[in-house]
């Protein structure tokens, strides 16, 4: 008896091993789980030509075969036809190009195909059919100011309209490109673009596109009329004296700590170099999302009762023991009137950054919108947060002598297309009245 129930005992442990090697040999050949498919970008135009990537998924089985096809006029053409020689591939990706000219299709609608095919015994399969029109003519812009006068250093403005929706758009000066945006003008789609201008800007030697591309992929380029005006800056030599260096570089040591051990002057080099260009890179980035409509309004507030300390794009030469040890270009106007004088903000805006900025110590920057910026370099206090709503003249802050400031004063910036440009320009209502109001 015991034996026949060892007997019995094995039997039933045997079965059930083969029940489970039976379970999870062929469990992924009887699934009824349908493969997956998924566009890497919503897909509704089709240009002259187009890439998309799709992904086929399957958990179970795996894909064994997938395929791709236009169909147009009830007419289709195989664009993709892959069988996967191995079972268990579980992700598949394909690159999927659209060649419009090539495939002899026309302007109108027509259908994306895409079809996926499990390994389960019951070849599991997915088809998604995508409506698209075949679009391969390009936008046509109509700029609306004909003449457009912009001086070197200065902030140019375009606004224009397009023939059809268009996706992207914005300006390149030569190769650098400011995104445009999209706003309502008497209730017709103008995109606005604000962009710099490089204080070396001639006409032979800078070259300013329009840029357009609608949802099908198709893309416009056309120059934009206008006359660069030359403009004289300065260039100074200033004499680091001991005094300074004592001062200020033992605050910037203490920020970093790699500086430590380092004499004043390669502190002053360091800061100089480095930290300046990490300094750009960090206020390009926080520029880089702006609120999509204008938020100024009317002529940007100067520091009241303040003597220029320093002009947009002086040149500066550091001289230490007589020799040249460093440059740099400014980049703002500095402001100076009494010991930590009130700081409004120059127009109404946005507060998009509060907080120590490297060599332009407490600061503040605000977005005026469609990729409009000022920023307050040098305070010694500051009253507003990110995230607020300021208005024209309302305090931000006061004057100081943070980061890299020899004495207590104002840096004050505009910023345009993720560039500094000129704030003198943004003071004048003149200028504004005839090179953004009209």
Partial sequence: MKRFNLLYIKISVAILVVAALCWFYLGSYVEIEKPLIKFDQEITAVGRQKTIGITFSDSKSGISHLT??????????ILADKRISSRGEKQEILSLTINTTELKLHNGPAIIKITATDYSLFKNQTILYQAVKI?????????????????????GFVAYQSSKKIVYTGVYVNDYFT????TLLNNIATSVTYFAIPID???????????????????????FPCVIKEKKFR????????????????EFQA??????????????????????????????????????KALWEGTFLRMSNAAPMALFADKRDYLYGGKVVGESLHTGVDLASTTQ???EAANSGVVVFTGTLGIYG?????????????????????????????????KIGNSGTSGLAGGDHLHFSIIAGGQFVNPQEWWDPHWIKDNINK
């Fill in 341 to 343: 004088a009130t700081i």
């Fill in 135 to 155: 679009d391969t003519i390009p936008p046509q812009i109509n700029i609306l100011k004909t003449v457009n006068y912009i001086n070197q250093g200065g902030t």
């Fill in 362 to 394: 407490n600061a503040v920057i605000i977005d005026h919108g469609l990729g409009l910026f000022s920023l307050y370099g040098h305070l010694s206090i500051i009253n507003t947060s990110v995230g607020k709503n300021v208005a024209k003249g309302e």
């Fill in 68 to 77: 791709a096809e236009i169909i147009q006029d009830n007419k289709g053409q």
């Fill in 201 to 223: 800007a001639t006409k032979t030697k800078t070259g300013i596109t329009i840029f357009a591309r609608d949802d099908a992929g198709n893309e416009t380029k056309i120059a």
């Fill in 235 to 250: 260039h100074d030599k200033m004499n680091l004296s001991e005094s300074f260096l004592q001062q200020k570089m033992p």
């Fill in 255 to 292: 920020m970093v700590p790699s500086l430590r051990g380092k004499t004043l002057l390669e502190v002053f080099i360091y800061i100089n170099s480095q930290m300046r260009n990490e300094n750009f890179l960090t206020i390009q980035n926080i520029c880089k999302k702006s609120a999509p």
């Fill in 179 to 182: 995104p445009g945006h999209t």
